[in-house]
């Protein structure tokens, strides 16, 4: 599968953006689609994550309550909306896929095989 994330940008604190990850190749619908995000000089972080049926999502604390991920299996497409941003959530943000257990989601980088090319979400304070 092929994936490409797109909708990052410029914005200021408190401001709120939506990531899309549009997939391509295998069907989308069967594979745990993750979010991880990678600030300059950091490593790569788990940001949060869908299972493939959509029943259960999982996040990072430093997100709960401010990011929700959603997905549109119809339209091969899952979706990061990203509130009350803050400038330590400046990153590059990747979409990542993986096949796992129908409710089965995973924090982990090396667990996610297909990953798209990133997304620049700069937030200034």
């Known amino acids: 599968v092929q994936l490409q994330a797109s909708g990052g940008g410029l914005v200021q604190t408190g401001a709120s953006l939506r990531l899309s990850c549009a997939a391509s190749g295998r069907s989308f619908r069967s594979y745990t689609m993750g979010w991880f995000r990678q600030a300059p000089g950091k490593e790569r972080e788990f940001v949060g994550a869908?299972?493939?049926?959509?029943?259960?999502?999982y996040y990072a604390d430093s997100v709960k309550g401010r990011f929700t991920i959603s997905r549109d299996n119809a339209k091969n497409t899952g979706y990061l909306q990203m509130n009350n941003l803050k400038p330590e959530d400046s990153a590059v943000y990747y979409c990542a896929a993986q096949y796992l257990g129908y409710s089965d989601v995973d924090v982990h980088p090396s667990k996610y095989r297909y990953w798209g090319q990133g997304t620049l979400v700069t937030v200034s304070s």
């Open positions: 869908i299972s493939w049926g959509g029943s259960r999502t």
